[in-house]
């Protein structure tokens, strides 16, 4: 790692620096808003019942996604689910039938490949760090609209390719996010002027990680303690049915 030039953000004025800052970052919740929704018209195409999946499977994929976004456990948070058995999780909210076998298909795909959301939002979390924050913007637009494009092909089918159903929704996620990762470590390692990536001069050093380990556990409690509360609501929801269900997952999205 080689650091460089002055940042601007401790010599420009405040105000446009503020500006300049924070717009690239709401076009990009707004994109993934936008994304969130075409998930959701998508499966809602397979059915209710796929859609009543999608919204019992969203508290899960909502704790990965702010995990990865926020601290540390993107990746933890994935693998526990897949080793404590969503199968459980889902059961426990009111899962039953179809829509369990669907919430499952989805989340099992997300689990999987949770590695590329973590990656992406830790990058994104770097770039920004050193004042590019279009940059940073620019490359989740690119993931996100990627993302609307596979993931319409993977739940659809391409050609002669059959559909993957609502695991095709899961499988654009992770595509999307992987895209994303690598635009933002090529941006590191060949363009970045006040942080430079040297991929040759890599090395483990356990005090910062002890440093990350402890900020990510206190910034985890937040997205933690969010979560829980959705999915007890969920819970209460999946027992009214399953349109009700699939209605408050398209709600719940928005929201």
């Not at 446009?16 to 707004?30: E, G, H, K, V, Y």
């Not at 018209?41 to 019942?49: A, F, I, P, S």
């Not at 933890?76 to 039953?96: C, E, F």
């Not at 099992?108 to 770097?126: E, K, R």
């Amino acid at each position: 790692m080689v650091t460089g030039a002055t940042s601007p953000l401790l010599t420009a004025p405040i105000g446009p620096t503020i500006i300049r800052l924070a717009a690239p970052n709401m076009i990009s919740m707004l994109v993934t808003m936008a994304t969130l929704m075409a998930e959701a018209w998508y499966v809602g195409q397979l059915g209710t019942e796929a859609l009543a999946g999608l919204a019992l499977g969203f508290p899960m994929m909502m704790l990965v996604m702010m995990l990865s976004a926020g601290s540390f456990g993107g990746t933890i948070t994935g693998a526990v689910a897949r080793l404590l058995g969503a199968r459980g999780i889902y059961s426990l909210l009111g899962g039953r039938g179809m829509v369990l076998e669907q919430a499952l298909a989805y989340s099992n795909v997300l689990f999987a490949g949770c590695v590329s959301l973590w990656l992406t939002n830790a990058l994104a979390a770097i770039v920004r760090a050193t004042g590019h924050m279009s940059v940073a913007a620019k490359c989740l637009l690119t993931g996100s609209l990627l993302q609307v494009f596979v993931a319409g092909g993977l739940v659809f089918g391409w050609g002669p390719l059959p559909g993957m159903g609502i695991a095709g929704a899961a499988a654009g996620i992770i595509f999307g996010n992987a895209i994303a990762a690598v635009l933002l470590l090529n941006f590191l390692v060949n363009r970045c002027v006040e942080l430079r990536l040297r991929m040759t001069s890599l090395r483990f050093e356990a005090a910062p990680i002890v440093k990350l380990l402890k900020l990510g556990s206190l910034a985890a409690v937040n997205p933690i303690s969010t979560t829980a509360t959705v999915m007890v609501i969920t819970g209460f929801v999946a027992h009214l049915g399953v349109d009700v269900l699939a209605g408050y997952g398209i709600g719940a999205r928005l929201e």
